[in-house]
């Protein structure tokens, strides 16, 4: 009992100075440069006039649910979860997008905290395509809407 008590106090004062909010917690920004930015409705849309619809999470969350027809392409993130990360330390398999630079592509990932397609859109536009859209609502979104899952 004191030992979780003095856990909850220890994180209480922690929180309370504003230092137990971590860099890695922060929530993507609302736009990212260069990529449109859409909901599940849109998406759908794209999905059904085929559009690849890309899962930048990792395998195991792509094969427990995904959106149905979704490519799983993870995006194996080491870099800080901030606008400036270092796409050097990541990797992401760029030659499983579209061949056609100018061909749309949607990116998503957990929404939120989850910095995946963010970065996977970032890495794509540096890289020249042109059509990216990013699904920032994410699977939180889709499930939420009821749309179709596999």
Known sequence: MFKR???KWTAAAVIGLGVGVPAWSAETPATLAGVKV???????RLLDAGVP???TRVAAEYAEKTIKGAKSVPYK??????PGFDASKDEF???RLPADKGAPVVMFCNAGECWKSYKASAVAVKAGWTKVHWFRGGMPEWTAKGLPTQ
Do not use: H
């Open 5 to 7: 008590d003095w856990m």
């Open 38 to 44: 859409v909901g599940a409705e849109e998406v759908k």
């Open 53 to 55: 619809v890309i899962d």
């Open 77 to 82: 993130e080491k870099s800080a979860k901030e």
């Open 93 to 95: 398999d760029l030659s």
